[in-house]
């Protein structure tokens, strides 16, 4: 039968369990990093993207006055979706 020790390791096998500070894997704090460097390219994109950085968009392929073309004809509410889509998903902290 195999049940937590004190330490937090894997009572029972001989073999300890990687566990860090707070009783949780080390594992979820590296998809925490991770997680907040997907999510920073998010945030970084759309301010670029709405401050209309010109070397930004040509950076990304394409001609950029297109690009501002298409934004610019986005509806309202599809705005509302990208920005709530990246900055709820950024603020947000992983709780493994």
């Known amino acids: 039968m195999r049940r ?9 096998n001989g073999h300890a369990a ?3 500070r707070h009783g ?3 594992i979820c704090g590296l ?3 991770l997680s ?3 999510n ?7 301010t670029m993207s709405h401050m209309r950085n010109m070397d930004y968009l040509s950076s990304m392929g394409g001609d950029p006055n297109v690009m501002l073309a298409y934004m610019d004809g986005i509806k309202m509410y599809a705005k509302f979706g990208w920005g709530l889509g990246v900055w709820r998903r950024s603020s947000v902290r992983c709780c493994c």
């Open 36 to 38: 907040l460097l997907w």
């Open 40 to 46: 920073c390219f998010g945030a970084y994109d759309y």
């Open 31 to 33: 998809s925490e990093i």
């Open 4 to 12: 937590l020790g004190r330490a937090g390791g894997v009572e029972g």
């Open 24 to 26: 949780r894997p080390c």
């Open 18 to 20: 990687s566990w860090c």
